[in-house]
Structures are given as structure tokens and as C-alpha cells.
């Protein structure tokens, strides 16, 4: 079983539709969790962390899960420019002074006009 | 953005060249991190630093050499590439305080071409 497991879509939606996506984690002691965004020949960058309270950042929304070892990211009103790629993120902890990250492969996401 | 910075941005090297691909973070982090990303393929991580002393090296052949003179610069030096080596070259670093954003942060990558 991978580490961080994603649907790799592509999700083709309308703008204005509301689109989620899921990722499932193997390694129950893993202790942070976020999503990055990476747009085309780009790098990924930190879109948002997610808390087991679930954390909410205008359009989006992320939960955690830890009993099903689960993350979901919301985004609702899609816009064109949410068109990329999604990756979901898993930290170890910081064991031996470096971030124990592993990402997953990411899922695309193409908003349509 | 300009907390991590990669030159050059693109490169286009023969195989029997030598080149190597920089990185700076200016965030104050202690570890620093080289992946590799191939087209349509998930992030591979390669080497981390801890202030600079290697921690992790993943299986990656020789002709990558990485180094790290300080926590705030990473190098790789490459020599000798083979085609399948084109990639685009990602440097991250992250900081070692407690905190809810321990994660990684990126530069914006060497796209590498191996002719």
C-alpha cells in the first residue's frame, strides 16, 4: 500500500461547480497534514495545513480525519485559476531535525468555462 | 516569492558535461532537500541536509553529487547525465521549530535537459 494514496483524476468540472478531493494515509503516526497546489512546469506550493477541527480558507476547505486515516480538500466555487494540481502532504515529524514529508502523486483538476 | 531561490532555471547540458544546478533559501530554515520530478511522475526525493550533513541519500546514482557548504546553500553537481535524467530539479527547505507549518518549501526548479 502506498503511504499517500490520491485519485490522480483528471476532474474536469464547470466553473462555479463545487469539486473535492480525497487521500488516504498508511502510517498511523503521522502528524501533520496539508495541501499543495502545483500549477503546470511550476513548483508546488503550500496552499493550506489541515487540522482535525477542519480549517476553512475562503473557498477552501480541508478535514482530517485521523480514526479513517483520511484528508479531504472542498473547494466550491471553482474558478479557472483553480485549474491544477492538488497534492496531499504527510509529515512524519521532524525526526532527526529534517520534516519526514512524503507527497502524494496529486490530482488534476480542470476547470471549464 | 523569493524565500527559495534555484539557478539557473533551465539548463541544457550534453552528457559529457559538468554543471551544477544552486540553491539559496533565505528563511532561516535548518534542513534542505533535492527532488526530482520527471514528466507526469510523483516528487522524488533524492538528498536532505541538516545543517549541512547529509541525513539521506536515496539510492541516487553518482553522477548526482550534492553539497552543502551551509544551511543556507545546496548545490548539485552533475556529470556525466544520461538522457532519462531530464527532469525538472526541485530544492525545498523547512524549518526545525515546533509549529503548524513544518512542511516543506520550495524553490522554483532547474528544468534539465540531457541531449
Known amino acids: 500500500r502506498k503511504e499517500v494514496e490520491q485519485d490522480p483524476g483528471p476532474f474536469n468540472v464547470p466553473e462555479g461547480a463545487t469539486v473535492a478531493f480525497n487521500c488516504t494515509y498508511s502510517n498511523s503516526a503521522s502528524q501533520s497534514f496539508f495541501w499543495y497546489r502545483q500549477d503546470c512546469r511550476k513548483e508546488p506550493k503550500l496552499l493550506m495545513s489541515v487540522y482535525s477541527s477542519g480549517n476553512e480558507d475562503g473557498r477552501f476547505t480541508a478535514q482530517l480525519n485521523r480514526a479513517s486515516q483520511y484528508i479531504s480538500l472542498l473547494i466550491r466555487d471553482s474558478k479557472l485559476s483553480d485549474s491544477a494540481t492538488y497534492l496531499c502532504?504527510?509529515?512524519?515529524?521532524?525526526?532527526?531535525?529534517?520534516?519526514?514529508?512524503?507527497f502524494g502523486t496529486g490530482t488534476k483538476l480542470q476547470v471549464i468555462p | 516569492e523569493t524565500g527559495v531561490t534555484q539557478t539557473p532555471r533551465h539548463l541544457v547540458m550534453g552528457m559529457t558535461n559538468k554543471k551544477s544546478l544552486k540553491c539559496e533559501q533565505h528563511?532561516?530554515?535548518?534542513?534542505m532537500y533535492w527532488y526530482k520530478q520527471s514528466a507526469k511522475k510523483p516528487l522524488e526525493l533524492m538528498f536532505v541536509?541538516?545543517?549541512?550533513?547529509?541525513?539521506e541519500n536515496n539510492s541516487v546514482p553518482s553522477r548526482f553529487s550534492p553539497e552543502c557548504p551551509n544551511s543556507s546553500h545546496l548545490f548539485l553537481h552533475l556529470h556525466t547525465l544520461q538522457p532519462e535524467d531530464s527532469a525538472l530539479y526541485l530544492c525545498?527547505?523547512?524549518?526545525?521549530?515546533?509549529?503548524?507549518?513544518?512542511?516543506?518549501?520550495f524553490g522554483p526548479g532547474t528544468r534539465l535537459l540531457v541531449l
Open positions: 525545498a527547505s523547512s524549518p526545525r521549530r515546533r509549529g503548524v507549518e513544518e512542511t516543506q518549501y
Open positions: 528563511l532561516g530554515h535548518n534542513a
Open positions: 541536509y541538516n545543517f549541512k550533513e547529509q541525513t
Open positions: 502532504v504527510v509529515n512524519l515529524g521532524a525526526s532527526g531535525g529534517y520534516q519526514k514529508v512524503t
